[in-house]
């Protein structure tokens, strides 16, 4: 069912322009439609629809979403065979350079060239970017061969090359976990996984199936401490850290290796956000938005990685649809669902998003914890409600529903989410 | 690549001081080879140091680095005039933070008024902090000098070497000079043989401006009498959302060996702080290390408090290439036709242009006959900055070439139009789009464009992906898998057509 | 909270073999020690739920990976079409299963899910396409 990526007529104005077609952007799409949004447009700069996921190859999505087990490139397609069935405008190798205050988007592509088209509501859907050298400072020498996880799943999945012959991992993300085994299975050597912290900070799922299986030995609390050669690197230099985090150099030694991916972190690609100078949360990177994943500023909506680090797509379809209809009941002139309560980050939670919450509507709250906790957990929001779970890790989203009826009757203006050992509150 | 030709001038080192030669003589009727080291011009020492083109105040008219400076300065300018790339005259404001160093930047921009340079002030303290409102309260008064400028100098260098390309001279990169034939005792007029690792050149004059390396060519010649040792130089970026933070080059008061850490608004709109000065052994030791970071970061936040390490989007090290006697190395020697310009440390990039022509003059005196060109043309086409166009200019552009409407690199808004260009201009490594166009200089850092230039530089030099270079011979970015289908036995690849 | 999966019998410390796992039905993820002998499993420790139990011995008697990779692609717009088997590999025929699909070529067109190559490895395992990959020169460009 190929759709057709270029639009017969560009209009001139749409209810609703989506700036990226990954999981976030497919998803609001379907959540702008089926509020009865007309004219929808949709753009990515990649050749396909997609984003993200048509270089993640692996499976573990959809369990939530399509209640299956699927890969990446499945996600993607089922999430676009919704997007086609609702009639939607897809324009692909296209890129929005620039939003002006009153929305007039600016698109740029070799068939288009460059125009720019007015829109009632506008959904960031952009995705991340992920950590460079340059982010953690390491020392050494600036030969080729140091990349980001994510550059090099790239160039295996998609284009058939590989980033070296022999690899040091530093970072324990998904991503670079992943990259792990995917090395290992194109026969590129996989020295170690590195990470500076004293737990994994990947799904457990993916310790197991990507080290383990492979015997590919992870070392916690350990990282790189300098990179050598000139041309390409010839050897690294790791050591262990202390508990505050400083490495230990007189423990240091050096592994020969052709190859360092750094799996060091996503940030939110934030750069139309700065350029609309949206307000954003310093904890996530991305805006800070309210219980409909509206922006700071009107009509400008942010979902997906753009709006916070997710682990699973699921998650990410599920609030981009929401940022979605919000966008399309925007665009037809609905009532906006009055923000009531800001919520924060409490004890144990690193951040909270959204950031506010509406006793009109229910909505979804997620969050991340700091520390984990192995063993029983109790989360709150505020008083109006808690939930015990069996263990809480960094790496994994926790998500709370609020409906209108937990907060009827809560007479303040702020709740906090607290995520606290069971075993402290039994005390 | 060479053949038996007897060139006039074979220049060894393609940076700021070999470039700029190299275009000055373009003027004449002479056959003049550029002989670089690395893969491309500008890779050494010329592309990783501060980027400033010097107020001209500092350096003692006693020195030829000091009597270089400001005309080097004014070459500057008049180049940027004529070849396009980006140059700022944001000024200097030499800070000081005591008394002591208040009757210190007073000398300073005395010696500067003695050497001609204009418009130099002496600010109060109040005066300085409404200019640069960042600045530490600490302030006492400081000195202006508005003839300071920076640029990105790989950008600069790259463009005047492409310059005299376009004039006749001849380029050659990754030509490691190993070797220079000793005269020849029966013929003292002899050419000179200078001998890379792949070619033989001869040339009535050589011109040693191998930076890092030139006193290694001197020794080659036979006339080694002058020492050459690095001094290294850590430099950090800051994001762009620090833009505006400073408008001026802020210096220190300087030292007695030092100019101190500096912080710097690039043409690009990030801050630069740096750099450190320290003696390495090692001519390729280009590592920043933590030790550097931290006395960067202390120093830069004595002159800006809100300078801070989070804001670090790159950092790089470069090496000047000091001379024992800490001053420049010009001249003819002892080996007829080898002429020195060594020892180009700082303000050696500013005097760069002013240099050029001192040596013409040499070469002149030494006997290299000027023939001037009716036809050289100083101006060049100058490149196109897409991300600095109007909406109007940059459709004009893209209906008239659809490939300024395909983006390469999305943090920076670079155009498939502009790496062609690149490319044409002499890049042929990542690098040297990189230096050429900025591509990968984002906040991703070639996170998104490093496929699609690769892509580009491979269709432009008809090579395969994995022979791809970051910057030139042992740098590849990417290698084959095992069984890629070109190269393996059509009988072992399976074909698998399905239904569509 | 051990079980027992057989009822007890008399045998030697030495015949029995004690295999960790590390369970990721949860967060939690307990480090599992599973007791065996001659490929049983007698018993499980460690667990905190059911859930472990169960992973514990699935881990133990028949560990199985999906497995996903790609394969050269001709006539789509990028060089290699995303794959995946049918259904999980057993865990230690994984690289056999990799390993047969060396030098594979498929041409484009590619419908969502097409079965490309069936018994891997004499896995038993199909290889399909997780991709849609539409005729090439089509004025549709999509994945």
Same mark, same amino acid.
């Given at each position: 069912?190929?759709?057709?990526?270029?639009?017969r007529?560009?209009?001139?104005?749409?209810?609703?322009?989506?700036?990226?077609?990954?999981? +976030?952007?497919?998803?609001?799409?379907?959540g702008?439609?089926?509020?009865?949004?007309?004219?929808?447009?949709?753009?990515?700069?990649?050749?396909?629809?997609?984003?993200?996921?048509?270089q993640?190859?692996?499976?573990?999505?959809?369990?939530?979403?399509?209640?299956?087990?699927?890969?990446?490139?499945?996600?993607?397609h089922?999430?676009?065979?919704?997007?086609?069935?609702?009639?939607?405008?897809?324009?692909?190798?296209?890129?929005?350079?620039?939003v002006?205050?009153?929305?007039?988007?600016?698109?740029? #592509?070799?068939?288009?060239?460059?125009?720019?088209?007015?829109?009632?509501?506008?959904?960031?859907?952009?995705?991340?970017?992920?950590?460079?050298?340059?982010?953690?400072? =390491?020392?050494?020498?600036r030969?080729a061969?140091?990349?980001?996880?994510?550059?090099?799943?790239?160039?295996?999945?998609?284009?058939?090359?590989?980033?070296?012959?022999?690899?040091?991992?530093?970072?324990? $993300?998904?991503? $670079?976990?992943?990259?792990?085994r995917?090395?290992?299975?194109?026969?590129v050597?996989?020295?170690?996984?590195?990470?500076?912290?004293?737990?994994?900070?990947?799904?457990?799922?993916?310790?197991?199936?990507?080290?383990?299986?492979?015997?590919?030995?992870?070392?916690?609390?350990?990282?790189?401490?300098?990179?050598?050669?000139?041309?390409?690197?010839?050897?690294?230099?790791?050591?262990?850290?202390?508990?505050?985090?400083?490495?230990q150099?007189?423990?240091?030694?050096?592994?020969?290796?052709?190859?360092?991916?750094?799996?060091?972190?996503?940030?939110?690609?934030?750069?139309?956000?700065?350029?609309?100078?949206?307000?954003?949360?310093?904890?996530?990177?991305?805006?800070?938005?309210?219980?409909?994943?509206e922006?700071?500023?009107p009509?400008?909506?942010?979902?997906?990685?753009?709006?916070?680090?997710?682990?699973?797509?699921?998650w990410?379809s599920?609030e981009?649809?929401?940022?979605?209809?919000?966008?399309?009941?925007?665009?037809?002139?609905?009532?906006?669902?009055?923000?009531?309560?800001?919520?924060?980050?409490?004890?144990?939670?690193?951040?909270?998003?959204?950031?506010?919450? #509406?006793?009109?509507?229910?909505?979804?709250?997620?969050?991340?914890?700091?520390?984990?906790?192995?063993?029983?957990?109790?989360?709150?929001?505020?008083?109006?409600?808690?939930?015990?779970?069996?263990?809480?890790?960094?790496?994994?989203?926790?998500?709370?529903?609020?409906?209108p009826?937990?907060?009827?009757?809560?007479?303040g203006?702020?709740?906090?989410?607290?995520?606290?050992?069971?075993?402290?509150?039994?005390? | 690549?060479?053949?038996?030709?007897?060139?006039?001038?074979?220049?060894?080192?393609?940076?700021?001081?070999?470039?700029?030669?190299?275009?000055?003589? #373009?003027r004449?009727?002479?056959?003049?080879?550029?002989?670089?080291?690395?893969?491309?011009?500008?890779?050494?020492?010329?592309?990783?140091?501060?980027?400033?083109?010097?107020?001209?105040?500092?350096?003692?008219p006693?020195?030829?680095?000091?009597?270089?400076?400001?005309?080097?300065?004014?070459?500057?300018?008049?180049?940027?005039?004529?070849?396009?790339?980006?140059?700022?005259?944001?000024?200097?404001?030499?800070?000081?933070?005591?008394?002591?160093?208040?009757?210190?930047?007073?000398?300073?921009?005395?010696?500067?008024?003695?050497?001609?340079?204009?418009?130099?002030?002496?600010?109060?303290?109040?005066r300085?902090?409404?200019?640069?409102?960042?600045l530490t309260?600490?302030?006492?008064?400081a000195?202006?000098?508005?003839?300071?400028?920076?640029?990105?100098?790989?950008?600069?260098?790259?463009?005047?070497?492409d310059?005299?390309?376009?004039?006749?001279?001849?380029?050659?990169?990754?030509?490691?000079?190993?070797a220079?034939?000793?005269?020849?005792?029966?013929d003292?007029?002899?050419?000179?043989?200078?001998?890379?690792?792949?070619?033989?050149?001869?040339?009535?004059?050589?011109?040693?401006?191998?930076?890092?390396?030139?006193?290694?060519?001197?020794?080659?010649?036979?006339?080694?009498?002058?020492?050459?040792?690095?001094?290294?130089?850590?430099?950090?970026?800051?994001?762009?959302?620090?833009?505006g933070?400073?408008? #001026?080059?802020?210096?220190?008061?300087?030292?007695?060996?030092?100019?101190?850490?500096?912080?710097?608004?690039?043409?690009?709109?990030?801050?630069?702080?740096?750099p450190?000065?320290?003696?390495?052994?090692?001519?390729?030791?280009?590592?920043?290390?933590?030790?550097?970071?931290?006395?960067?970061?202390?120093?830069?936040?004595?002159?800006?408090?809100?300078?801070?390490e989070?804001d670090?989007?790159?950092?790089?090290?470069?090496?000047?290439?000091?001379?024992?006697?800490?001053?420049?190395?010009?001249?003819?020697?002892?080996?007829?036709?080898? =002429?020195?310009?060594? $020892?180009?440390?700082?303000?050696?990039?500013?005097?760069?242009?002013?240099?050029?022509?001192?040596?013409?003059?040499?070469?002149?005196?030494?006997?290299?006959?000027?023939?001037?060109?009716?036809?050289?043309?100083?101006?060049?086409?100058?490149?196109?900055?897409?991300?600095?166009?109007?909406?109007?200019?940059?459709?004009?552009?893209?209906?008239?070439?659809p490939?300024?409407?395909?983006?390469?690199?999305?943090?920076?808004?670079?155009?498939?139009?502009?790496?062609?260009?690149?490319?044409?201009r002499g890049?042929?490594?990542?690098?040297?789009?990189?230096?050429?166009t900025?591509?990968?200089?984002?906040?991703?850092?070639?996170?998104?464009?490093?496929?699609g230039?690769?892509?580009? %530089?491979?269709e432009?030099?008809?090579?395969?992906?994995?022979?791809?270079?970051?910057? $030139?011979?042992g740098?590849?970015i990417?290698?084959?898998?095992d069984?890629?289908?070109?190269?393996?036995?059509?009988?072992?690849?399976?074909?698998?057509?399905?239904?569509? | 909270?051990?079980e027992?999966?057989?009822?007890?019998?008399?045998?030697t410390?030495?015949?029995?073999?004690?295999?960790?796992?590390?369970?990721?039905?949860?967060?939690?993820?307990?480090?599992?020690?599973?007791?065996?002998?001659?490929?049983?499993?007698?018993?499980?420790?460690?667990?905190?739920?059911?859930?472990g139990?169960?992973?514990?011995?699935?881990?133990?008697?028949?560990?199985?990976?999906?497995?996903?990779?790609?394969?050269?692609?001709?006539?789509?717009?990028?060089?290699?079409?995303?794959?995946?088997?049918?259904?999980?590999?057993?865990?230690?025929?994984?690289?056999?299963f990799?390993? +047969? %699909?060396?030098?594979l070529v498929?041409?484009?067109?590619?419908?969502?899910?097409?079965?490309?190559?069936?018994?891997v490895?004499?896995?038993?395992?199909?290889?399909?396409?997780?991709?849609?990959?539409?005729?090439?020169?089509?004025?549709?460009?999509?994945?």
């Open positions: 069912m190929p759709i057709t990526a270029q639009p007529h560009l209009l001139s104005r749409y209810d609703v322009t989506i700036v990226g077609a990954g999981p +976030a952007g497919l998803a609001a799409a379907v702008a439609r089926d509020q009865g949004a007309e004219r929808i447009l949709m753009v990515d700069r990649d050749p396909a629809p997609g984003g993200i996921l048509l993640c190859i692996h499976s573990g999505f959809g369990l939530h979403t399509f209640k299956k087990d699927v890969t990446g490139p499945e996600y993607a089922l999430a676009l065979e919704q997007v086609v069935e609702r009639d939607v405008d897809v324009l692909t190798n296209t890129y929005v350079t620039d002006s205050r009153d929305l007039r988007v600016k698109l740029m #592509s070799p068939e288009a060239g460059i125009s720019t088209v007015d829109t009632a509501s506008l959904v960031i859907a952009t995705g991340a970017r992920e950590r460079t050298r340059a982010a953690i400072k =390491i020392p050494g020498q030969p061969g140091v990349m980001t996880a994510g550059l090099a799943q790239k160039m295996v999945n998609l284009h058939g090359y590989l980033p070296g012959r022999r690899a040091v991992i530093l970072g324990s $993300g998904d991503i $670079g976990l992943i990259m792990a995917r090395l290992t299975l194109e026969g050597e996989v020295l170690g996984v590195f990470e500076l912290l004293p737990y994994a900070s990947g799904l457990g799922r993916n310790v197991v199936q990507c080290l383990h299986d492979y015997d590919i030995p992870l070392h916690l609390s350990t990282t790189v401490v300098d990179v050598h050669g000139h041309q390409r690197v010839e050897k690294v230099t790791v050591a262990p850290v202390d508990d505050d985090r400083v490495p150099l007189d423990k240091a030694w050096d592994i020969e290796c052709d190859t360092l991916l750094l799996s060091i972190g996503l940030i939110p690609d934030a750069e139309l956000a700065r350029q609309l100078e949206l307000q954003l949360d310093p904890r996530t990177g991305g805006p800070i938005v309210s219980s409909t994943m922006t700071s500023m009509g400008v909506f942010s979902a997906g990685n753009n709006l916070h680090i997710n682990d699973l797509a699921d990410v599920m981009a649809e929401v940022a979605g209809a919000a966008a399309g009941d925007l665009a037809l002139g609905r009532h906006r669902a009055r923000q009531d309560v800001t919520v924060t980050p409490g004890r144990n939670v690193n951040y909270v998003v959204p950031h506010t919450l #509406s006793t009109e509507r229910s909505q979804t709250v997620s969050f991340r914890v700091k520390e984990p906790i192995y063993g029983d957990t109790m989360l709150h929001l505020g008083d109006v409600y808690q939930r015990k779970v069996r263990a809480v890790v960094p790496p994994e989203m926790v998500t709370i529903k609020v409906s009826k937990l907060l009827d009757g809560f007479a203006d702020t709740l906090r989410v607290d995520a606290i050992p069971a075993e402290e509150e039994e005390r | 690549m060479s053949d038996d030709r007897v060139r006039d001038v074979l220049i060894i080192g393609g940076g700021a001081v070999g470039a700029t030669l190299a275009r000055a003589l #373009s004449f009727h002479l056959d003049v080879v550029l002989l670089e080291r690395q893969a491309e011009v500008a890779f050494g020492v010329s592309k990783a140091n501060s980027g400033i083109v010097h107020s001209a105040m500092h350096a003692s006693d020195t030829l680095k000091g009597k270089l400076e400001y005309p080097g300065n004014l070459g500057w300018r008049r180049l940027q005039d004529e070849l396009g790339f980006g140059l700022n005259n944001v000024g200097e404001v030499l800070v000081a933070l005591d008394d002591e160093q208040l009757v210190k930047i007073e000398q300073i921009r005395q010696q500067g008024i003695r050497k001609g340079i204009p418009g130099t002030q002496a600010w109060t303290a109040e300085t902090l409404d200019a640069q409102p960042n309260r600490d302030v006492k008064g000195v202006w000098a508005p003839t300071a400028c920076v640029f990105n100098p790989y950008e600069a260098v790259m463009l005047v070497a310059a005299a390309r376009r004039n006749g001279v001849t380029i050659a990169e990754e030509q490691r000079v190993i220079i034939d000793p005269p020849d005792v029966e003292p007029d002899a050419p000179l043989t200078v001998r890379t690792e792949t070619d033989v050149w001869r040339g009535r004059f050589v011109v040693n401006a191998a930076g890092l390396f030139a006193d290694d060519i001197a020794e080659l010649a036979g006339v080694l009498d002058f020492d050459i040792f690095p001094r290294k130089g850590e430099e950090y970026l800051l994001d762009k959302r620090l833009s933070i400073v408008t #001026s080059i802020i210096f220190p008061c300087p030292s007695p060996i030092s100019k101190g850490t500096l912080v710097n608004p690039t043409v690009d709109g990030t801050i630069m702080v740096g450190t000065a320290q003696t390495v052994d090692d001519k390729y030791d280009t590592s920043t290390t933590e030790e550097g970071a931290a006395q960067v970061f202390a120093n830069a936040r004595k002159l800006v408090p809100a300078i801070s989070r670090i989007i790159a950092e790089f090290a470069g090496l000047r290439p000091v001379s024992d006697t800490e001053d420049f190395i010009v001249g003819p020697t002892e080996r007829r036709g080898f =002429i020195n310009a060594a $020892g180009i440390q700082s303000p050696g990039l500013t005097g760069a242009p002013a240099l050029a022509e001192l040596l013409v003059d040499i070469l002149a005196d030494e006997g290299l006959e000027l023939e001037e060109k009716t036809d050289w043309d100083p101006t060049a086409r100058h490149p196109v900055k897409f991300a600095h166009l109007s909406t109007e200019e940059q459709q004009a552009l893209a209906r008239s070439d490939r300024f409407a395909q983006l390469v690199c999305r943090c920076e808004i670079i155009t498939e139009a502009e790496i062609r260009d690149a490319m044409d890049a042929h490594t990542l690098d040297g789009l990189k230096f050429r900025r591509a990968g200089m984002g906040r991703c850092q070639g996170g998104f464009c490093t496929w230039c690769m892509q580009l %530089l491979a432009h030099q008809g090579i395969p992906i994995p022979e791809v270079t970051k910057r $030139g011979t740098s590849w990417v290698c084959d898998r069984d890629h289908p070109v190269t393996t036995a059509r009988s072992d690849a399976t074909t698998v057509r399905t239904g569509g | 909270m051990a027992r999966t057989l009822p007890p019998q008399q045998h410390d030495d015949e029995v073999e004690t295999y960790v796992y590390l369970c990721t039905s949860c967060p939690l993820g307990c480090r599992l020690e599973v007791d065996a002998i001659d490929g049983d499993v007698i018993e499980v420790r460690g667990n905190s739920c059911k859930r139990i169960r992973y514990g011995k699935q881990e133990h008697l028949d560990p199985r990976r999906a497995v996903s990779t790609t394969v050269w692609l001709h006539g789509g717009p990028c060089e290699r079409l995303p794959v995946r088997s049918a259904e999980p590999v057993p865990k230690d025929e994984v690289r056999a990799v390993a +047969a %699909l060396q030098g498929v041409e484009a067109p590619v419908e969502f899910g097409a079965v490309l190559l069936t018994d490895a004499g896995t038993g395992i199909d290889l399909v396409a997780t991709r849609e990959i539409p005729a090439p020169r089509e004025p549709a460009t999509v994945g």
